[in-house]
């Protein structure tokens, strides 16, 4: 489990819990002390109800950041407040920035069909003015279950000399995947899951409109133009209105009976 010895308030969500961290904290952690950073939002925590390897990677994250604006309010409401809403796609654009002219920072992509993030290591480079980005591959389909890919994939990260993995395989593969590889990885400082973040780094998928972005309706437009791939998810992920009204009256437990996350005071 990751280390209840933090320096920001970190506030108790269901069975994880949420890091409230400015963009410019997490960007300098990231840089100095190197982080495994997931970003919680309502489909992951639907997951972590019911899927103990999920909740166990989960748990070993070093900084949980607030994804969803719905999150951020479900914890207001329990007067939990998280001020900072840091999602992936915005965390990876500004991290990006922030470390254009470092040398130090070398990334590997690592997700998206294949093509696709080999398209985004290049716009991301060009934005960059250098060789920011490494590598990037997009693995097969079976690519968590096949031991042989891994290996190969392992030795691709190595050889490429990247220190920061972000990882686009969508929840929860891509946070189980950095969970089970971390420690043989140690010259990564940084991991993170970042879902579509490739995609959208590749011009493969528009994000939504700023407007929609800041009044927490970029659901709307994610449904509206790929209600397959999102509807049911959004329908099936607001149950966690639901478990966070039976934390609020104290009786919300985890379902696999793990004690309570340790929270710095």
Same mark, same amino acid.
């Given at each position: ?6 320096? &920001? ?7 994880? &819990? ?11 952690? *990231? ?12 489909d ?36 939990r ?5 840091? /999602? ?10 922030r ?27 060009r934005?960059?003015?250098?060789e920011?980005?490494v590598?990037a ?9 096949? /031991?042989?890919?891994i ?9 490429s ?10 929840? /929860?593969?891509?946070?189980? &995947?950095?969970a089970?590889?971390?420690h ?7 991991? *993170? ?14 994000r939504a ?22 509807? *049911?998810?959004y329908v099936?992920?607001s149950?966690?209105?639901? &478990?966070m009204? *039976? ?5 919300y437990?985890? /379902?696999?009976?793990?004690a ?6």
């Amino acid at each position: 489990m990751a280390s209840p010895s933090v320096q &920001w308030p970190r506030q108790p969500l269901l069975n994880v &819990w949420a890091d409230d961290l400015s963009m410019e904290d997490l960007l300098q952690r *990231m840089v100095t002390t190197g982080a495994v950073v997931f970003t919680v939002n309502p489909d992951h925590l639907y997951h972590l109800q019911y899927n103990p390897a999920f909740l166990q990677a989960y748990r070993s994250a070093d900084i949980i950041t607030v994804d969803s604006h719905y999150v951020r309010l479900a914890l207001r409401a329990q007067g939990r407040t998280v001020v900072n809403r840091l /999602p992936g796609s915005d965390i990876v654009p500004a991290f990006c920035a922030r470390n254009a002219a470092n040398p130090d920072v070398r990334i590997f992509l690592l997700g998206a069909r294949p093509g696709v993030a080999q398209a985004a290591r290049e716009s991301m480079n060009r934005k960059a003015g250098r060789e920011m980005v490494v590598g990037a591959h997009g693995p097969s389909m079976n690519f968590v279950n096949d /031991p042989a890919e891994i290996e190969d994939v392992l030795k691709m990260i190595e050889a490429s000399g990247a220190n920061v993995l972000l990882v686009g395989l969508g929840a /929860p593969k891509q946070e189980m &995947w950095i969970a089970s590889v971390r420690h043989r990885l140690p010259q990564v400082r940084v991991m *993170m899951g970042i879902g579509a973040v490739i995609d959208y780094e590749a011009g493969e998928v528009r994000r939504a409109p700023v407007l929609l972005r800041r009044l927490g309706l970029e659901w709307t437009y994610r449904v509206a133009t790929e209600p397959r791939r999102y509807l *049911m998810r959004y329908v099936r992920s607001s149950k966690f209105l639901w &478990w966070m009204l *039976m934390d609020r009256l104290g009786r919300y437990k985890d /379902p696999f009976g793990n004690a309570p996350v340790p929270l710095a005071r």
